[in-house]
């Protein structure tokens, strides 16, 4: 389900609810002038998406709640990251805890 519109018509309570009881997953994102947020909207309720390039909190999110990656895991991909040449999905699906497809299905989202 693609959504697109103006706030000015629907308040942000409204959606989410909304989103919230069609039980959606995926991420909103809010332009107001050069101000941006995203929020990964998720049955599990919502949450404010890391907006730096290069900060990967909103991806690991995604991938602890759909069980990848374990939060004591997340420690040693902390260590790597920044001596590793491969992002971290790449990472991942090299130490095979998840498939490339499965990768692609739970990021359709952010894209």
Request: glycine content about 6%.
């Amino acid at each position: 389900m693609a959504l697109e519109g103006l706030l000015s018509q629907i308040d942000l309570a409204t959606l989410l609810q909304t989103l919230k009881m069609e039980e959606q997953e995926g991420v909103l994102y809010l332009t107001r002038g050069t101000n941006h947020a995203n929020l990964y909207v998720s049955k599990e309720g919502v949450r404010y998406l890391a907006p730096k390039e290069g900060d990967y909190t909103d991806f690991i999110e995604v991938l602890f709640r759909h069980r990848f990656l374990k939060r004591d895991e997340l420690e040693n991909y902390q260590r790597k990251l920044p001596h590793s040449s491969l992002p971290l999905g790449e990472m991942l699906i090299e130490d095979g805890l998840i498939s490339e497809d499965s990768l692609e299905k739970i990021m359709a989202p952010f894209f």
